[in-house]
């Protein structure tokens, strides 16, 4: 039976917002496993943002709408993540000096289009295999951050899927 004196008395502690006497998540681990997935989405913003406005040509008109949504996608994600990381009492790392440090993904100033999608789809590969294993690391711990990786990992696997069917 649940206790509902007990409940409303912890509750009295606001001080740690939405964290509750109830989680059960290493919530240093999970900040850093945060922040690091922040600087991944910020790398991969980068990313994007320089491909798309490196991309001419009529040609790849296709090609550069991708990467523009996908930059847009990213930027979400990484909104998500600093929100997550301030609702668990943490502070989202913005750094520009430690970002690729920190990132699971790597920067890319590949001229050639190509070259640009293979680097794309190479980064998303990273990003699923990074979510899948902090999800796996979290657990049950912490239900709310487990279902915003997932969530972003789908996303992860369509931009994937999307970089695959680029490929020439």
């Known amino acids: 039976m649940i206790d509902k004196n007990a409940i409303r008395a912890a509750a009295r502690n606001m001080a740690d917002g939405p964290v ?27 990313r994007y943002k320089r491909h798309y406005y490196t991309v001419t040509g009529l040609a790849h008109a296709t090609v550069k709408a991708e990467f523009l949504q996908h930059a847009t996608e990213e930027q979400q994600h990484a909104d998500w993540l600093a929100e997550r990381i301030i609702q668990l009492n943490g502070e989202p790392d ?23 999608v293979r680097a794309n789809l190479v980064a998303e590969r990273v990003a699923i295999e990074s979510y899948r294993q902090m999800i796996e690391l979290i657990g049950d711990s912490d239900p709310t951050t487990k279902q915003l990786l997932t ?6 696997e369509e931009h994937a899927d999307d970089m695959r069917d680029l490929l020439a």
Do not use: K, W
């Open 94 to 116: 913005f750094n520009p000096a430690t970002l690729l440090d920190r990132s699971h993904a790597e920067y890319d100033d590949s001229r050639e289009v190509q070259a640009m």
């Open 20 to 46: 509750t006497e109830g989680y059960r998540g290493n919530r240093a681990q999970v900040l850093q496993l945060l922040n690091e997935a922040l600087a991944t989405e910020l790398v991969c913003i980068a």
């Open 151 to 156: 969530q972003i990992m789908a996303a992860e």
